[in-house]
């Protein structure tokens, strides 16, 4: 039996991640879609093979689980599925003093958001570097590009996805292997509902507007053509990311810090916000 292309992509039961299913579906790509929901995915695969006659799998999985991401390459192993394009997707935030925020949430988020990450992205791309092709698509975000407080632990986390992309991007460039950070900045997901951010938190962020999960995906499938290591979707948010090349960082925090800290205190939030699991990236 002969392997058959396919596209996984974590956290792929709502947000960017189902919105990547959706786009690459009509590209007739056969999908591989992995989270926690399986009643969303089972029916999200249902609706993609009849709508775009593709081959659609689903894995529920908890990506912070002991060995997670290896059951899940055996399992695609398993099924003969030669995943050529990996989305790595899964991930969630918080908000609030870190002092105060659950450490236990803390440490799942750095173990989603960046051991599950690293795992998943060395396990597949041996196999692309035998094939001497494949795709890797890993999100980031804007915050990325600078330190954040009261979002320290998330934006750093993105910070790491943001390097090591870029770092293996080159490391891959010459086996044919496209690797890219995609960083998309407020985008309509239930990101911000999912961090428990407050109202008065949350228009702080959205002032400059968000963006769809359709534009996000977009941007990525626009620059992966191109070979870019990273991307950042939307005009403006790029212009808001690229503002570290010219300001300190201690001037970037002090401001955000100053912007931040009255709108959490107004509702007493201040090391309460927290951040619930999500699939979400």
């Avoid at 009509?26 to 709508?51: G, I, P, T």
């Avoid at 992309?165 to 900045?185: D, K, M, Q, Y």
């Avoid at 002032?207 to 990273?230: D, I, N």
């Avoid at 950042?232 to 690229?242: E, K």
Wanted: aromatic share 8%; glycine share 8%; hydrophobic share 45%.
């Amino acid at each position: 039996m002969s392997f058959m292309k396919a596209t996984l992509i974590t956290g792929a039961s709502g947000g960017i991640g189902e919105a990547f299913a959706r786009r690459l579906a009509v590209e007739n790509h056969n999908l591989v879609l992995v989270a926690r929901s399986e009643n969303k995915l089972h029916d999200l695969c249902d609706e993609l093979m009849v709508k775009h006659k593709i081959t659609a799998h689903y894995i529920a999985v908890d990506l912070i689980d002991f060995e997670a991401d290896l059951r899940l390459f055996e399992e695609t192993e398993k099924h003969k599925l030669e995943i050529d394009w990996l989305i790595n997707n899964a991930g969630f935030g918080s908000m609030g003093d870190f002092a105060n925020l659950e450490l236990e949430n803390e440490l799942e988020m750095i173990n989603l958001n960046v051991l599950a990450l690293v795992a998943l992205t060395h396990r597949y791309l041996q196999k692309m570097r035998e094939r001497q092709s494949g795709t890797i698509i890993n999100v980031a975000s804007t915050a990325s590009f600078q330190p954040v407080p009261f979002m320290a632990t998330y934006a750093a986390t993105k910070a790491f996805v943001k390097s090591f992309s870029e770092a293996i991007a080159e490391e891959n460039r010459l086996f044919n292997i496209t690797v890219t950070a995609l960083c998309p900045g407020p985008t309509e997901t239930n990101f911000f509902d999912a961090a428990n951010i407050g109202t008065n938190v949350k228009d702080a962020f959205l002032k400059k507007g968000m963006q769809t999960p359709e534009a996000v995906v977009e941007a990525a499938l626009s620059a992966v053509k191109r070979g870019k290591s990273s991307v950042v979707s939307g005009w403006t948010n790029y212009m808001t990311a690229r503002l570290g090349n010219f300001v300190p960082n201690s001037l970037i925090t002090r401001a955000v810090g100053g912007v931040l800290r009255p709108k959490f205190e107004e509702k007493k939030q201040i090391g309460n916000a927290g951040g619930e699991r999500k699939d979400k990236g």
